[in-house]
Antibody, heavy 120, light 112 residues
Framework: EVQLVESGGGLVQPGGSLRLSCTAS????????MDWVRQAPGKGLEWVGR??????????EHAASVRGRFTISRDESQNSFYLQMNTLRIEDTAVYYC???????????WGPGTLVTVSS | DFVMTQSPLSLPVTPGESASISCRSS???????????LNWYLQKPGQSPQLLIY???NRASGVPDRFSGSGSGTDFTLKISRVEAEDVGVYYC?????????FGQGTRLEIK
């Protein structure tokens, strides 16, 4: 059974840093692209970034809104996927979901999400 | 940049009736390989999003055949026949032709 579980969310002050983790199980992690998607309170979904799979050299891509502040990485030995968030802003407050992306570029499995609150 | 526009934004439906949601992209989502890179997701209250339709018209595993997707290029439709109470939630379309993926604003389906 495919499972994705995020962790690492919490309350952080503006300008601070936080590292989110997503632990995957039930599938061959290195075969898949992995994405981060976020949802601000009461708002819609926003794609944050992705890590490509092993075949595509684990290249990471980031949305313009987070580029230069957020960094995506993964650790195949831990079946884990990370989002390092620096210089956090109030508008980064959201539930952050990790999602598996299949060949057709669709997100077929999602984690339950972890809440990040940026506030003083 | 892509802009994804959904309509309506709110959709009250009587159980047993059908419902349709439109999604329009500012640019064509038709790839040279013949696929339309348009996905539909449903986010039920208090839950993570779930995949309904991918590549415009392919139902995801476990999705009831009451859900169907159609369209090509810039105009797409999600149709739900025989709406049930469990279909309540917010429906999102998403362009997957180019990273960064862009979601529509969401359409909230409620039961009358």
């Amino acid at each position: 059974e495919v499972q994705l579980v995020e962790s690492g969310g919490g309350l952080v002050q503006p300008g601070g840093s936080l590292r989110l983790s997503c632990t995957a199980s039930g599938f061959t992690f290195s075969d898949y692209y992995m994405d981060w998607v976020r949802q601000a309170p009461g708002k819609g979904l926003e794609w944050v970034g992705r890590s490509r799979n092993k075949r595509d050299s684990y290249i990471s891509e980031h949305a313009a809104s987070v580029r230069g502040r957020f960094t995506i990485s993964r650790d195949e030995s831990q079946n884990s996927f990370y989002l390092q968030m620096n210089t956090l802003r109030i508008e980064d407050t959201a539930v952050y979901y990790c999602a598996r992306a299949s060949v057709g570029r669709h997100h077929d499995y999602w984690g339950p999400g972890t809440l990040v609150t940026v506030s003083s | 940049d892509f802009v994804m526009t959904q309509s309506p934004l709110s959709l009250p439906v009587t159980p047993g009736e059908s419902a349709s949601i439109s999604c329009r992209s500012s640019q064509s989502l038709l790839h040279s390989n013949g696929n339309n890179y348009l996905n539909w997701y449903l986010q039920k209250p208090g839950q993570s999003p779930q995949l309904l339709i991918y590549l415009g018209s392919n139902r995801a595993s476990g999705v009831p055949d009451r859900f169907s997707g159609s369209g090509s290029g810039t105009d797409f439709t999600l149709k739900i026949s025989r709406v049930e109470a469990e279909d309540v939630g917010v429906y999102y379309c998403m362009q997957a032709l180019q990273t960064a993926f862009i979601f529509g604003q969401g359409t909230r389906l409620e039961i009358k």
